[in-house]
């Protein structure tokens, strides 16, 4: 069959440029996910805090990302910081030579300050759901904030945060699509360039449709199984209470 010869491996098909395509949208996803976790509980830190400042800084950051397009902030990250950079670069050495920003870098960080702005807010409300009592018993007991977050507070907050960061990663998924348009050859980018080389939009585009469903797919069973696993204590007892 026709589609078949497109989607094979070899110097006739484009099976290999969509694998690497995907390889690339896999590990963009991967790098920009424990940034943007740990960017998302820094926000969530300063949100609870009780210095104004902290507070303020947290709520315009939030505000901030989730006020643009992600696009937008794609933009900024690769032309705006690439364009900072080199006038830094020259006003301390005027011999210095052009720098370019990595897509990958480029992509990382754009992503990962939307995944940290969303997340932060996510974090912020299960943090503020956990019970007041168990910190000030932990303190009444000698134990230091530090431990007590570790200990007490942060695994019951990633168990109530689970489900709103579980929907942040599908969309983080979905979004690497568009580091494509700053030339990083992900998943999306290997099926345009099949398109404008084979003239078969809806083959590639749908086999793209069925590889991001697919992905998509796999990793809301992952997540589902991580909350069945993080809620089967407290599914036990409140099926002992009852």
């Not at 030339?183 to 003239?199: H, Q, Y």
Request: charged share 15%; hydrophobic share 50%.
């Amino acid at each position: 069959m026709e589609w078949f010869e497109y989607l094979s491996w070899g110097n006739t098909g484009w099976g290999d440029e969509l694998l690497q395509g995907l390889g690339v949208t896999l590990s963009l996803a991967l790098v920009t996910l424990p940034i943007g976790l740990a960017l998302g509980l820094l926000v969530a830190a300063a949100s609870v805090s009780r210095s104004r400042i902290a507070t303020s800084s947290a709520l315009l950051f939030t505000t901030t990302i989730r006020g643009l397009p992600e696009l937008l902030t794609l933009f900024m990250i690769y032309h705006g910081v690439g364009l900072l950079i080199n006038k830094l670069l020259k006003f301390f050495d005027p011999s210095a030579g052009f720098f370019e920003l990595s897509p990958f870098v480029a992509g990382t960080v754009a992503l990962g300050l939307v995944f940290g702005g969303y997340a932060g807010e996510v974090l912020r409300g299960a943090w503020q759901a956990l019970d007041k009592g168990q910190r000030e018993a932990a303190l009444a007991l000698g134990m230091g904030r530090l431990h007590i977050f570790r200990r007490i507070e942060l695994p019951q907050m990633l168990r109530l945060a689970l489900p709103g960061l579980g929907n942040l990663w599908i969309n983080l998924l979905k979004d690497t699509a568009l580091v494509s348009v700053i030339a990083l050859n992900d998943l999306m980018r290997m099926a345009n360039i099949a398109v404008g080389s084979t003239k078969k939009p809806f083959l590639f585009f749908l086999t793209v449709c069925l590889i991001y469903w697919l992905i998509c797919i796999f990793f809301e069973c992952c997540i589902a199984a991580m909350e069945k696993r993080a809620n089967r204590g407290i599914r036990t007892a409140s099926l002992t209470r009852s």
